[in-house]
């Protein structure tokens, strides 16, 4: 399809970031619906991560961070963007929420803190996959495990003194 057809399903550049952004979303939110976190929270975590990491193109890549860029200059944008990012946010928060009742991590951790350092970890490894072309997100996987079972396994003791005074 030529760029110019596009126009004929879209009103505007914006309307085409925007449906764009709104699939993603979508997409997003169906794989978190079904990821089963009954059980072995970590190993869908991983799966996840893995899928997101490594799993998508470098176009996909790429043209998330295009849309991140252009949601700082378009209200519509950033407001889906935001909305997505807020739906991902809640979904980590309780997936957390539920491996610390499980057992599986402990409870004293911050859950919205270690929520942002994940997004803040994966934002970062799709920054470096459009800034490095040679980046291999794979050969990341373990370490990024390791922190992760790090930040959920052993909080740091500013969190946990922050929550026993709040008790």
Request: glycine letters at 4%.
């Amino acid at each position: 399809m030529s760029p110019g057809n596009l126009y004929r399903y879209f009103p505007s550049k914006e309307a085409i970031i925007a449906g764009i952004a709104e699939r993603d979303r979508a997409e997003v939110m169906q794989q978190f619906e079904a990821a089963d976190v009954s059980e072995n929270f970590l190993e869908v975590l991983e799966g996840l991560a893995r899928h997101h990491f490594e799993g998508r193109s470098d176009e996909q890549v790429g043209l998330c961070i295009e849309i991140t860029s252009e949601s700082r200059r378009n209200s519509e944008v950033a407001r889906i963007y935001q909305a997505f990012d807020a739906d991902v946010r809640a979904k980590l928060v309780s997936m957390l929420r539920h491996a610390a009742e499980r057992g599986e991590v402990s409870r004293a951790i911050d859950f919205d803190r270690v929520t942002t350092m994940l997004m803040v970890i994966a934002d970062g490894v799709w920054s470096r996959r459009v800034i490095d072309p040679k980046f291999d997100p794979k050969s990341i996987m373990p370490l990024f495990m390791d922190v992760v079972r790090h930040l959920l396994l052993n909080p740091p003791v500013s969190a946990q003194e922050s929550k026993g005074s709040s008790r």
